[in-house]
C-alpha cells in the first residue's frame, strides 16, 4: 500500500500536476493540504474519474485539507474535537478517514506567524488539541498515522541553516516540546530517504532561488504508531514534483506499508 502526504499551495492550480501524480506514482492514500478552496469546488469530480474517493475539510481561499482514497473511505472526522480556533473562528485544518486497513489523519498545523504573534499561542493550543483527539488511535493496534505539513522542523538539521532561523517560528522550543508530545502518545517520526543531497527536505521557498540551491525545511511529517512504523518498507521525498513550471513550494512524502 502506498500513501503519501503533499501540501499543494492551491489544489485548483495544481490540478493537473496532481492527477497526473497520482496516476504515475500509484498512491492509494493522499493526505492534501493547503487547498485553498470551497468543499463545493473541491475537484472530486476530476479524482473519482481516477477511482478516488476524497473526504473534504475546506471552507474558502486559506488552509484546508483532504484524504483522497482509492481504498476506500470510513469513519470519516472533519475537525479536532476541542479546537480552538483563531479569533473566534474554526479553522479547516484536519480531516480523518480509514483507508483500507489504515486510518490517518490529514493536518495543515497552524503556522504562527511570529513568536510574539496571537497566531503562534494558537498553533500551540492546537497541536494540544490535535494530540488528544489522536492519544487513542495512536496507542491502538490498527496502522495508523497523522500525516501533513507541521509548519514545524523537529530538529536543527531539518533546516538549511539553523542561525538563520534564529528567533523564528518552526524551530523554537515550545513548537517542538508540542511535537514531543505527540509523538508522546504512541507515535514515532518515519523520515523519507532524499532522492538528491544528504538530507529529506519537503518544502524549499519560491524566493531567492530556494530550491535551486536547497535551501529547504523538513516540515511535512508523517508520525505513525508503533503498527504503522513496523510496516514500512520504504519512505521518500518525491522532489521532482516539486521542479519545473507551477509547481506547489512542498514536494510529496511517499511511504510504502507492508499491510
Not at 490529514?106 to 492546537?126: F, M, T
Not at 494530540?131 to 491502538?140: E, I, K, L, N, S
Not at 496502522?143 to 531539518?158: E, I, K, L, Q, S
Not at 508503533?226 to 522532489?239: I, L, Q
Request: one cysteine or more.
Amino acid at each position: 500500500m502506498r500513501i503519501a502526504t503533499w501540501n499543494v499551495n492551491s489544489i485548483t492550480a495544481r490540478l493537473p500536476r496532481l492527477l497526473a501524480w497520482l496516476e504515475s506514482s500509484g498512491t492509494d492514500v493522499l493526505c492534501v493540504q493547503e487547498t485553498k478552496t470551497t468543499a463545493e469546488q473541491f475537484p472530486a469530480q476530476e479524482l473519482r474519474e481516477l477511482g478516488y474517493e476524497s473526504a473534504v475539510n475546506a471552507t474558502g481561499r486559506w488552509n484546508g485539507v483532504a484524504v483522497v482514497s482509492r481504498v476506500g473511505l470510513e469513519d470519516i472526522v472533519r475537525g479536532l474535537p476541542g479546537d480552538p480556533g483563531y479569533e473566534g473562528v474554526e479553522e479547516p485544518r484536519a480531516v480523518s478517514a480509514t483507508c483500507g486497513p489504515v486510518r490517518v489523519w490529514s493536518v495543515y498545523v497552524p503556522n504562527g506567524r511570529e513568536v510574539d504573534h496571537p497566531h503562534y499561542a494558537y498553533k500551540l493550543q492546537w497541536f494540544e488539541a490535535l494530540r488528544a483527539a489522536v492519544a487513542d488511535d495512536a496507542a491502538g493496534s490498527r496502522p495508523f498515522a497523522v500525516m501533513g505539513d507541521y509548519n514545524v522542523a523537529p530538529t536543527d538539521d531539518d533546516v538549511f541553516d539553523r542561525t538563520l532561523f534564529e528567533g523564528s517560528t518552526h524551530v523554537t522550543e515550545p513548537e517542538r516540546a508540542a511535537l514531543a508530545a505527540l509523538r508522546g502518545t504512541g507515535l514515532s517520526d518515519v523520515v523519507p530517504r532524499p532522492l538528491k543531497y544528504d538530507h529529506p527536505f519537503t518544502y524549499w521557498d519560491y524566493r531567492q532561488l530556494g530550491f535551486p540551491k536547497n535551501r529547504g525545511m523538513r516540515i511535512d511529517l508523517v508520525y505513525g504508531n508503533a503498527p504503522f512504523a513496523k510496516a514500512v518498507t520504504d519512505s521518500y521525498v518525491d522532489r521532482e514534483e516539486r521542479k519545473g513550471k507551477g509547481a506547489s513550494d512542498h514536494a510529496p512524502v511517499v511511504v510504502d506499508l507492508d499491510v
